[in-house]
């Protein structure tokens, strides 16, 4: 059966009824299922066939140790972006060897963290990054593994926020000055070239992108051999696209199998870095609703979640479906608005919904897995939701709800 299914007219999480669990922890609350991330993260794996590969799997996404843990014990790499994310891995028994390091903006501290704990590359976003690196691999007497971000220039055609790969925007360098920033690269005393690295964009729903960014990184691969440089890993990214309504994204095996065709070489090692094709559909937000107030020109359903739990729709105007815990018999469909507490008109989570509600039904917004948790903030002093992962019929609460000590305890009066 589909991990989250109705079983007596209830939602569950594989063998566990939503009810149940926002009752026993109360709501708003994550929840996640164990099987959905294990099967994800092993379709990925096991694409590549032969293929040496590595699935980093990206950290922002759900960065719960729990569930780092789970992938670690998989074999997962990790792909991190802030040294915050590499002690979670390191906490979650994740292989400091598996880790490659993203972002525009390292810190010096963060550097020389990676370094001594010895991560297996750092994606490096501008020259200004590389000589950091360099100095402060120098000054701890290490060797900085190192691939560079390249800008392919594709149009990933997501969302704006979102799309990565396109000349005009702070990330990687452009796919042509490359050469150039390696052959400096090289020249330097401690730094150890390895790979190329891209990352176009996020909810791609199609491959040609994909495709068309690796033609133009093997293009760079070939230049660079020419110029001496050997490059033993392409590092391809995230992005593929879940579904979210009615998004058609490829199948995992069959993007990477259309990766593996434009590559046409069984001795490079390939290494992805997928995000919400692993999390986003292993986990919802479960919410209660507060107040019904139908008003003369629209139906608001205010509910206890808001866009400090989740920030996707407010952000990027992204729809999530949203289902009934328990489905009402009586009574029929109306249209809603679903609204929570926080002090914003942005603040919704589902627009012209179609739901038979009454006050204290509780509601799941599906597809919350990724950048759910993650992305939610303490606006309005709110405490950020527990998180349960969920395994058959155990539950386990990986994350109390905070509570206001939490939020204010370190917070100082003065004289
Ligand atoms: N690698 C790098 C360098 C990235 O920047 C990202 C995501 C990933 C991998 C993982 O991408 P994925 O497989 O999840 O698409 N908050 C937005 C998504 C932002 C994506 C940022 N980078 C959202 O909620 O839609």
């Known amino acids: 059966s589909p991990i989250f299914h109705y079983q007596n007219n209830t939602l569950h999480a594989e063998g566990c009824p939503l009810d149940t669990l926002a009752q026993k922890y109360g709501t708003p609350l994550y929840v996640y299922s164990r099987q959905a991330f294990e099967e994800r993260w092993r379709e990925f794996d096991e694409a590549f066939g032969r293929q040496p590969h590595l699935v980093c799997y990206a950290v922002k996404t759900n960065s719960n140790i729990a569930i780092l843990n789970l992938l670690a014990r998989l074999g997962s790499g990790f792909d991190i972006v802030s040294q915050g994310e590499l002690e979670r891995v390191l906490r979650a028994g994740g292989d400091p060897s598996k880790v490659v390091f993203s972002g525009v903006a390292k810190k010096s501290s963060e550097i020389e963290r990676a370094l001594t704990v010895g991560i297996r590359c750092f994606n490096i976003e501008s020259h200004a990054e590389l000589d950091r690196i360099q100095a402060v691999a120098k000054k701890l007497n290490k060797i900085a593994p190192i691939s560079i971000r390249v800008n392919p220039d594709v149009d990933a055609k997501t969302h704006p926020y979102i799309s990565t790969?396109?000349?005009?925007?702070?990330?990687?360098?452009?796919?042509?000055?490359?050469?150039?920033?390696?052959?400096?690269?090289?020249?330097?005393?401690?730094?150890?070239?390895?790979?190329?690295?891209?990352?176009?964009?996020?909810?791609?729903?199609?491959?040609?992108?994909?495709?068309?960014?690796?033609?133009?990184?093997?293009?760079?691969?070939?230049?660079?051999?020419?110029?001496?440089i050997n490059i033993h890993h392409l590092d391809l990214g995230g992005g593929l696209g879940i579904q979210y309504t009615d998004e058609t994204p490829p199948e995992i095996a069959d993007y990477i199998q259309a990766l593996l065709k434009k590559l046409n070489d069984a001795s490079i090692e390939v290494i992805i870095e997928p995000g919400r094709a692993i999390a986003g559909n292993a986990g919802v937000l479960v919410t209660e609703v507060e107040y019904l107030k139908p008003t003369e020109h629209k139906n608001f359903a205010i509910i206890d979640a808001a866009m400090n739990d989740l920030i996707r729709p407010a952000l990027y105007q992204s729809h999530q479906t949203i289902q009934p815990v328990t489905p009402r018999t009586d009574g029929e469909d109306v249209e809603w608005d679903l609204v929570g507490p926080v002090c914003e008109t942005g603040d919704f989570l589902g627009k012209q919904r179609k739901l038979n509600l009454k006050a204290g039904d509780y509601l799941a917004v599906m597809s919350s897995g990724a950048y759910g948790f993650t992305m939610s903030s303490n606006y309005n002093t709110r405490t950020r939701a527990a998180e349960i992962l969920v395994d058959h019929k155990q539950a386990y609460e990986i994350r109390p709800r905070e509570t206001y000590n939490d939020l204010m305890g370190t917070e100082k009066l003065i004289p």
């Open 165 to 228: 790969g396109l000349k005009d925007n702070k990330f990687g360098v452009d796919i042509n000055t490359a050469p150039a920033l390696y052959a400096d690269a090289q020249a330097l005393s401690h730094i150890d070239i390895i790979g190329i690295d891209c990352h176009i964009g996020s909810q791609l729903t199609e491959i040609t992108p994909f495709v068309d960014a690796l033609d133009r990184v093997l293009e760079l691969k070939k230049t660079l051999t020419d110029q001496g």
